[in-house]
């Protein structure tokens, strides 16, 4: 097979030349003088030279056309299970004579395309096939060639054909298959293929994106020009931002190049909008964001532009002042240019999307940009603005957005879809599953059907099963998380927000607190206004310890910062028990002595204080002190007590609908006794262990430990507390759920 194509070769070869030969006899007796080239124009008015982009390619291979390619405006394909072999092109430049460089630019076109074919590159290969048969079937030494441009371009559509084949194949698998191993390894295969054929046709030249949407914050009008630059009319406000999107499938792009071009619609014809054609850009922003993918913002640095006014510097639009700006006074009526080089490439062969917000915030009022034109390069390092000197080069035609590329990218979705169709059905399997056992479970703790213990280690399961599916975990962490307050409140119900024993009996209960564990302390709350206070736990002391910092005189209805360590109290206002011992550590006040002990609230005006002070150096005192709605402000004469201010005491505060009973016991068993004999006639809302420091001097810390509650409870508000702790408790586990899951993914 080699042997014939080679020998095939060979004799289009000959024919060719023969060809040539005659064609060059006729065209030197014909053309006795040499023809004057055209003049070109100047680089910077000529518009981007576009390479048309191939149409989509149909899903089955159509047939061939009956003429020549460059005749015929539609891309042919050719079914064939066999791959073309690239066909090398027959030189012809050095056998025409011609007063242009047509011939050459020929050759080297067809060289260009047989290297194209051979890496694969085959629907670039067909672009220019198409645009060189375009371009020269009407020049007289054409005929001759035409025969290997015909081969070759059949050798191409044949690859491209071969490959949409492939492509299709592929997708049709990728629908059928119920294998995730299997599409991951179409996957990786795909995008490796997607990365050999999806160079693009020029790496280091700059070249315009496509642009997909253009918007201006103050209302301004964009048109795109033929030349894929952008003229801004209409509304010109003082202040102003443009956003301008465009994509590209190129990778690994190094920089953002700004063009501000003139244009005779502008003022002194621009480039900007200002009255005398200037314009003062503030900020320049690019975010990428990459097909499936989230936006991100790309980091610049060392800016360059050919031309800079005195102090309005290029490098001024990457901070953050509204007052620096790039401007290019006195430089009106000319193109400037200036390159904006990503510290990282950015850009990826499934697509990128690129955003470039331009903000004109300075006080030079209405000069937003008048007409503008954004390129690409992926040259690395890219070129210094000031290289290209005052006139750049326009920038080169976008590459072409090949057939394959778009052909791999459907495939690169279908596998994707597929995959996401497995996983769906995975997750809806499992969620399932575990619904139907939550469904179980919950019915087992409502009804008590299971102990705690077997609730939780079911409901552990659940929960790991749950963590290896966050979408799953999603849906069901609110049930999930519930179940678990219920299951660990199966034994106490309401109570288990106490975090502790509770004995019911008859219409009361007995609440205990020995502060031997951090759950005991975890359920009391420091209530510390102005950062007065604090508290911390002694679990080998068994004991809480309260300390205050500077002044704080609870003085009948005003509390005046002082600090409190409380528990929510949910017990009816007439009959109830609060006792705990008491021990001074410390105090630094050198005047007025701290007193500390116990208290009952309603958590606004009114209080119920039962405390111990010192009194002399053999005695101590207990004093009860009131705010009720009856009286503003209540304080008993000190009972006195033989003690040291440091040894322990065991006050107890007893409430009936008539009186209070206040005790201290010291240790040698010794009882002071106080009766406030008047109803407190308010509902206790808390409980709290507290320190008064009267004159601001050095911190107390004071000890309590075996805290005990008894009375009636009040059901209603009991439950309507523990619902609200029951939520509390779900939204942090949803929070915790959530943030396990975003670092999972």
């Avoid at 200002?274 to 097909?291: C, R, Y």
């Avoid at 119920?608 to 010192?614: V, Y």
């Avoid at 942090?732 to 670092?743: C, G, M, N, P, T």
Wanted: glycine share 8%; net charge neutral; hydrophobic share 40%.
């Amino acid at each position: 097979m080699k042997l014939i194509l080679a020998g095939g070769i060979f004799a289009v070869g000959l024919l060719m030349f023969l060809g040539v030969l005659l064609t060059r006899n006729r065209t030197e007796t014909a053309h006795s003088t040499e023809t004057k080239s055209p003049p070109r124009s100047s680089p910077e008015n000529t518009p981007v030279p576009q390479v048309a982009s191939e149409p989509a390619q149909p899903e089955t291979a159509a047939p061939a056309p009956s003429g020549p390619r460059f005749l015929d405006t539609s891309t042919a394909t050719h079914a064939s299970n066999e791959t073309a072999t690239p066909v090398a092109p027959t030189p012809v430049a050095a056998k025409v004579a011609a007063p242009d460089n047509g011939p050459k630019e020929f050759d080297d076109g067809l060289k260009t395309v047989a290297t194209l074919s051979a890496g694969a590159r085959f629907t670039a290969a067909s672009a220019l096939l198409k645009n060189l048969g375009q371009k020269h079937a009407s020049a007289p030494w054409f005929e001759s060639v035409k025969g290997a441009w015909e081969k070759l371009d059949r050798t191409v559509q044949q690859q491209l054909a071969d490959f949409t084949a492939e492509a299709d194949d592929t997708r049709e698998r990728a629908a059928k298959s119920d294998k995730l191993d299997y599409l991951a390894q179409m996957d990786a295969a795909w995008k490796k293929k997607l990365s050999e054929i999806g160079a693009p046709l020029m790496t280091t030249d700059w070249f315009v994106p496509e642009t997909v949407a253009t918007t201006a914050a103050g209302g301004a009008t964009f048109a795109r020009l033929p030349d894929n630059s952008i003229l801004v009319s209409g509304n010109n406000p003082d202040r102003d931002t443009y956003t301008i999107q465009f994509r590209t499938s190129v990778a690994a792009i190094s920089a953002l190049r700004l063009e501000v071009m003139p244009d005779d619609s502008l003022p002194n014809k621009g480039p900007g909008r200002g009255a005398n054609g200037n314009f003062a850009l503030s900020k320049l922003t690019v975010d990428a964001e990459p097909l499936g993918g989230k936006p991100q913002r790309l980091a610049i640095s060392n800016p360059s532009a050919s031309f800079e006014e005195n102090d309005a510097f290029v490098r001024y639009v990457l901070d953050d002042n509204p007052d620096t700006r790039w401007a290019v006074m006195p430089r009106f009526g000319q193109t400037t240019v200036a390159v904006f080089p990503f510290t990282q490439p950015a850009g990826g062969l499934e697509g990128t999307t690129f955003s470039v917000i331009l903000d004109f915030q300075s006080g030079n009022g209405k000069h937003g940009l008048g007409r503008f034109r954004f390129s690409l390069t992926t040259a690395n390092p890219p070129p210094n603005a000031r290289d290209a000197g005052s006139a750049p080069k326009p920038a080169s035609a976008a590459p072409v957005e090949e057939a394959a590329v778009v052909k791999s990218r459907q495939v690169l979705k279908s596998i994707a879809d597929a995959r996401t169709r497995l996983l769906d059905a995975a997750r809806q399997k499992k969620l399932t599953a575990l619904t139907a056992q939550l469904d179980t479970l919950e019915k087992q703790v409502k009804s008590h059907m299971k102990n705690t213990d077997a609730a939780g280690h079911e409901l552990s399961d659940i929960e790991t099963a749950m963590s290896t599916e966050p979408d799953v975990g999603d849906k069901l962490i609110e049930r999930t998380a519930g179940l678990r307050y219920d299951t660990a409140s199966m034994k106490d119900g309401e109570w288990s927000m106490y975090k502790t024993t509770v004995h019911a009996g008859g219409n009361g209960v007995e609440i205990l607190y020995d502060f031997s564990s951090p759950e005991h302390y975890s359920a009391w709350i420091m209530d510390k206004p102005n950062n007065s206070g604090d508290s911390e736990h002694d679990a080998k002391a068994g004991a809480v310890v309260v300390k205050t910092v500077g002044q704080h005189n609870w003085d009948g209805k005003d509390r005046r910062d002082t600090p409190v360590f409380k528990l929510p109290l949910f017990l009816k206002n007439d009959t109830w028990t609060v006792e705990t011992n008491v021990t001074l550590l410390a105090d630094g006040n050198k005047k007025d002595k701290p007193d500390y002990g116990i208290l009952v609230w309603d958590g606004g005006s009114n209080v119920a204080r039962l405390s111990i002070k010192d009194a002399s150096a053999k005695d101590v005192q207990m004093i009860f002190g009131a705010s009720t709605p009856a009286k503003d402000n209540f304080w008993s004469k000190g009972v006195l007590l033989p003690g040291r201010p440091k040894d322990r005491v065991r006050l107890q505060m007893n409430c009936s609908p008539t009186q209070v009973v206040c005790l201290a016991t010291n240790g040698a068993g010794r009882t002071a006794t106080y009766v406030y004999k008047e109803p407190l006639n308010f509902e206790p809302r808390f409980v709290g262990l507290f320190c008064r420091t009267n004159d601001g001097g050095e911190n107390a810390r004071v000890q309590f430990d075996n805290v005990k509650i008894v009375g009636v409870p009040n059901r209603e508000r009991l439950k309507e507390a523990a619902a609200g702790v029951r939520a509390a408790f779900i939204t942090a586990a949803k929070a915790e759920f959530a943030k396990k899951a975003a670092a999972a993914k």
